[in-house]
Nanobody
Framework: QVQLVESGGGSVQAGGSLRLSCKAS????????LGWSRQAPGKQREAVAT???????NYVDAVKGRFTISRDNAKSTVYLQMNSLKLEDTAVYYC??????????WGQGTQVTVAS
């Protein structure tokens, strides 16, 4: 059974930084495609960043140049470094893992609140 546990969320002032972590278990971590998504109140969940098993990364335009996704296969952990945070980054952030077979698993989410 694949499990994902996020941590690192919290409250921060606009312009500040946070680093989210997501530790996976129950899967061969290195072969999986990983990502972070977020869901703001009243909005649909949106993909924020992804990283492939070959370290190819993609970002939604709204976070390009501010967020960085990375992975540590030895620790079975994916990270999201968030800099220059804006009010509109406030959301619940979820990590996800997609296996080569196409199965997708989600973490429970961690709240990020950016205050003015």
């Amino acid at each position: 059974q694949v499990q994902l546990v996020e941590s690192g969320g919290g409250s921060v002032q606009a312009g500040g930084s946070l680093r989210l972590s997501c530790k996976a278990s129950g899967s061969i971590f290195s072969i999986n495609h990983l990502g972070w998504s977020r869901q703001a109140p009243g909005k649909q969940r949106e993909a924020v960043a992804t990283i492939s098993s070959t370290l190819i990364t993609n970002y939604v335009d709204a976070v390009k140049g501010r967020f960085t996704i990375s992975r540590d296969n030895a620790k079975s952990t994916v990270y999201l470094q968030m800099n220059s945070l804006k009010l509109e980054d406030t959301a619940v952030y979820y990590c996800n893992l997609q296996t080569p077979r196409g199965n997708t698993y989600w973490g429970q989410g961690t709240q990020v609140t950016v205050a003015s």
